[in-house]
Each structure stands twice: as structure tokens, then as C-alpha cells.
């Protein structure tokens, strides 16, 4: 009988411990400090080896901390936050298709605890800053009752509830309509029209970081609206200064991107800051991760790379799944490396857990498995096998396990399924950013800056080669028959083995339809015409609360 513990996987972008902090230490447990991004490729930092954009504080992290090499998501937003919220595969949850939306009467399952309850139940003070998308149908599925503190006096935890934003008007176009979607705690803040949602983020969360009481452990869950599109009229809005800065880039929609990401590599900096300007840095977890592939080329209004991975966000070609995350922390001994060790966003429950000294052994029915170890003594990760997602209304499923990957099916008709740049590598890394950055500047207090010749020496270990020439390639067409690639050797998903080696495939296959027989229906609902906030003065609401009376 099949263990489908044993085929759950991992993401993690983790750890930041205190040096008075050893990992078997139940007592003092580390601050956790979340930082998700969102919508941001696979080649959008310089860490895994592009020029074009300029990421410094985000890349001093990385160089001084730990790479997540071979480090997976889900390939769109709302089954990758529940993934990383109850460290079970979408197909778990009922949360594998598509995404949420503000009028769908729906959310995360309220029977799942998901890890912020978890980790109240261990003493920790819990605050989320920005994007939620796991449900607002009413208002026990939104984060102020599931584990999240409101922050308390004039300022208010500043959150939004459906996928996306204008970042000036904080207004979201989406079906069934168009409303504003911004929130101090559970009050409309109206008052925030203007102000860059980017920047807004990373000050409400120094502001966190600044008042917080240093008596309990805080986790800050820091969900950023960057790099996703915003809204049609204004698909990527970002500071006519920041783009102004990437005039090096040709294509006009990239230099708006890259200014997008300029913003929100300030905010990882003035989050560093605020973190060692209170003394907490040593005692912190500091996290850093996409939360899935990028929209490259258009798609979805947007400009981001994943090169030179194949496929975009919702394809589960790796472009649409393998992730760019680091770890950071002053207390693993064996710091500026690569990770090669297999990791997957369901991981992240029970290393975090693990982390603040509390196994999960006794938690039923998890896909995690805790990486704690593995990245702390730079270990086997212990996971061999992926599930990417399994999608019967799409119709398509994709694996990995033991260095082999199949897909089956595709989103869009295909039309999604190639490679995408830009490469970025047409332009000049600038090695002194880092250290100049105000990330770098902290490292060099703690005397944990990196290198230069070490920063380049990770540059290029952390690069993906396709090392497939043309007249090797074997073309897949998943639509018509599943494809099989020996994704360890080929990252590129270029070379289809399914017809040389039929056993494999059949394996996997097997594999797969034992997964889909443990799954749940899909919870989509149909959108509830009472939750168009033309109903609600033009305001995304928990509108199920005011109509099921």
C-alpha cells in the first residue's frame, strides 16, 4: 500500500536563528519573517544569475545565506498559500483549480489549522501585511480569524483580500466587477488611496517589527502585491524613478517591471533594518520566496522571466513551478552555498514548526515533511518525489520523482508552453551593490558580509543550463500524449524520453493516478452576483455575512 507521506515535498526559503538558539532548544523560540512575492520568475534576481534588474538587498541575503536550488511552488497563488498554510497539496484541500475571487462564496476550508494558529498555540504574535487571496466570502475565513493579530492603535495591519491591485488606488478589476480592496485590519482604508502599495507594505512592517514586544516570538507574514499585475488600465505600475534607473533595458514593459522590483527589493531592506535596529535579527527566521512562476512575455499584462525554464505561471512546466527562494541566517555554520536539496512550499509548516522546537509527528495528514535539518547541517533533504498539481478541470498533472518529471495536459491549449526570456545576461552585474545595499550594510555589522569573489563564484553555480543542442531535442506535446523528461540533467524540458523509456513512464503514471485517488473535488463555486461591490459603495467585502441572514 502506497504512503503518501512518503510522496509529499518541500519548498523552503527558512531560517534565522539566534546564536543563543540550538535547533533542539524548545525554549527560545526564533522570530519567523516571511517575505513572499508574488508573480516573480525564476530569473528575476540577480542571485540566479541575470544582469538586467538590479535586486541588491534581496541578493546580499542570499550570497550570505543559503540558495534554495531546487526549490518548488505551486504554479499560481491561491494553492500555493494554501500549500504553504496547511502543508498539504492543493488536491488536499480542494484548492487545486485556479484561484480565488472577492465575489466567490468560498475560502480555505475552516476545518484546516493552518500555520499561524499552530504557531499561537506556541506563543507567537502573528501579523500579515498585504495580499491574503485564501478567502473573504465572510469574515471567519479572512486572517484576523485564522491566527493573524490586528495591530493595535492608529496604524492597523494593512491587508488585501482578493489576487491583485492597483498600487495607487488599491482598486481591483475582477470578475464580477470593480472595487476597492484594501483594508486597516477589518475597516476599508480609504485613506491609503495613493500611497504605493509596495512601499506601504514594508513600512507597515517595520512599523510591526518597531512596536513589537520582544517577550514573545512574532511571526510577520509579509505578502507582498509585487510583482503582480495590476490592473488593466495600469498593468505595471511602478515610481517613474525606478524605471527611469533600468533605461539599459530595451523592452519598455521590462523597465517597468524591473522598477516594480526595485520597490520591493527597498522594502526587504527596510524590513533587515527595522529587524536589527531592534535587536532581533539574531533570533529571527527570515524567509524570501516567489510564490510561483513568472508571467513572461505578455502573459498576464506582465514581464517577467524564467529563463531559461520552460512554460509561465499555472503551466506546471518548471518555468511555472521551480521557484527563486534563499535562506538567511547568522547561526548556520556553512553559509554562502547552494542548497541542492529538494524542496517543495507544503514543507513549510513542519519546518517552521520544528524550528520553534515542536515536532509534527502527531499531525495527521501531512504532505510537508520538515527540512529543518537538512538545511541547518546542510543534509539530504529526504524528499525524492513532487506532486506539482493534479487538475481535472484542466485536465492536466504533472510529477516529479527520483530526478524524473511527467506532464500531462496543459493550461491555455499550450499556447503557453515554450521559453521566454529576456536572459539578462547581455548586461554588467554591479558586485558592489550588494555590499552597498541597506541589506549589505546590516551584514557588515554582523561581520557576515560575502566576497566578491564568492558572490561570483554562487552566481554562477547557481545558473541553470539547458545543455540540450537543437538537434537533440525531442518534442513533447502533452495534449495529445503525457511526456517524460529526466529533469535533472535536463531542466530545460527539451528532451521528451516518454517513447525511449515506456516502464518509466507507465511508472509515473501509476504514481500520478494513485495521488488523484486521494484527492478532493475542487471547492470552486460559482461567483455570487451579491458579492459584485457595486453592491457595497464599490468595495470588495465579506459580503456573505450581510446576505446568508
Known amino acids: 500500500m502506497m504512503n503518501f507521506r512518503s510522496y509529499s515535498t518541500s519548498f523552503a526559503i527558512l531560517l534565522v536563528l539566534s546564536p543563543v538558539l540550538s535547533t533542539g532548544d524548545a525554549t527560545e523560540k526564533p522570530n519567523i519573517i516571511f517575505i513572499l512575492a508574488d508573480d516573480l520568475g525564476f530569473n528575476d534576481v540577480g542571485f540566479r544569475g541575470a544582469n538586467d534588474i538590479h535586486t541588491p538587498n534581496i541578493d546580499a541575503l542570499a550570497y550570505s545565506g543559503v540558495i534554495l536550488h531546487n526549490y518548488y511552488v505551486t504554479p499560481i497563488c491561491t494553492p500555493s498559500r494554501s500549500a504553504l498554510m496547511t502543508g498539504k497539496y492543493p488536491i488536499h484541500t480542494g484548492m487545486q483549480h485556479t484561484v480565488l475571487f472577492g465575489a466567490e462564496p468560498r475560502g480555505l476550508p475552516l476545518t484546516e489549522k493552518i ?83 509596495t512601499d506601504l507594505f514594508g513600512r507597515e512592517a517595520a512599523t510591526i517589527i518597531e512596536h513589537h514586544d520582544t517577550s514573545a516570538p512574532l511571526f510577520l507574514y509579509l505578502a507582498h502585491a509585487a510583482v503582480h499585475s495590476g490592473n488593466p488600465y495600469n498593468p505595471l505600475p511602478a515610481h517613474d524613478d525606478k524605471v527611469e534607473k533600468f533605461r539599459h533595458i530595451g523592452n519598455y514593459q521590462r523597465q517597468r517591471f524591473a522598477g516594480m522590483l526595485s520597490s520591493l527589493d527597498d522594502s526587504v531592506g527596510t524590513v533587515i533594518r527595522a529587524l536589527q535596529s531592534r535587536d532581533m535579527l539574531r533570533d529571527s527566521i527570515v524567509i524570501f520566496s516567489t ?128 521559453w521566454y526570456g529576456p536572459d539578462g545576461r547581455n548586461h554588467t552585474y554591479n558586485v558592489s551593490s550588494v555590499g552597498n545595499s541597506a541589506v549589505g550594510q546590516v551584514l557588515r555589522d554582523l ?44 531542466p530545460c524540458e527539451k528532451v521528451n524520453l516518454a517513447d525511449k523509456y515506456p516502464e518509466k513512464l507507465q511508472q509515473l503514471l501509476d504514481i500520478l493516478e494513485a495521488y488523484n485517488r486521494t484527492a478532493l473535488p475542487p471547492e470552486n463555486l460559482p461567483l455570487d452576483p451579491r458579492g459584485d461591490p457595486k453592491y457595497w459603495n464599490y468595495v470588495f467585502t465579506n459580503f456573505g455575512d450581510y446576505t446568508d441572514k
Not at 478589476?173 to 476597492?180: I, M, N, Q, T, Y
Not at 548556520?332 to 513549510?348: A, E, P, Y
Not at 504532505?367 to 485536465?395: A, K
Not at 520523482?401 to 491555455?412: F, R
Request: aromatic share 10%.
Open 115 to 197: 500555520l499561524p494558529q499552530y504557531l499561537e498555540d506556541l506563543g507567537y504574535v502573528n501579523h500579515i501585511v498585504g495580499k491574503w487571496h485564501l478567502g473573504s466570502y465572510k469574515k471567519e475565513y479572512t486572517p484576523l480569524y485564522r491566527g493573524f493579530k490586528s495591530h493595535l492603535g492608529k496604524h492597523g495591519t494593512k491587508c488585501f483580500w482578493t489576487g491583485h491591485q492597483d498600487y495607487f488606488d488599491h482598486t481591483a478589476v475582477e470578475r464580477p466587477g470593480w472595487g476597492l480592496d484594501m483594508r486597516r485590519n477589518m475597516s476599508v482604508a480609504y485613506d491609503l488611496h495613493g500611497q504605493y502599495s
Open 291 to 418: 510564490d510561483n512562476g513568472g508571467p513572461a512575455s505578455g502573459f498576464n499584462l506582465n514581464a517577467a522571466s524564467n529563463w531559461p525554464l520552460r512554460g509561465v505561471k499555472n503551466t506546471l512546466w518548471e518555468g511555472g513551478v521551480r521557484g527563486a527562494g534563499l535562506i538567511w541566517s547568522p547561526i548556520i555554520t556553512r553559509r554562502s552555498r547552494l542548497h541542492q536539496g529538494i524542496m517543495h512550499i507544503v514543507d513549510w509548516l513542519p519546518t517552521l514548526l520544528e524550528a520553534a522546537g515542536t515536532p509534527t509527528s502527531d499531525i495527521k495528514n501531512l504532505d510537508g515533511m520538515s527540512m529543518w535539518r537538512s538545511i541547518t547541517e546542510d543534509v539530504n533533504s529526504g524528499r525524492t518525489e513532487i506532486l506539482h498539481n493534479i487538475d481535472d478541470i484542466f485536465g492536466n498533472a504533472a510529477l516529479s520523482s527520483n530526478g524524473w518529471k511527467i506532464t500531462k495536459g496543459a493550461t491555455y491549449d499550450g499556447i503557453w508552453d515554450y
Open 447 to 490: 561581520n557576515m558580509s560575502t566576497s566578491s569573489q564568492k558572490i561570483e563564484q554562487l552566481r554562477r553555480a547557481a545558473n541553470v543550463e539547458c545543455n540540450v543542442t537543437d538537434e537533440a531535442e525531442v518534442v513533447c506535446k502533452p495534449l495529445e500524449r503525457p511526456c517524460l523528461f529526466h529533469i535533472e540533467t535536463d
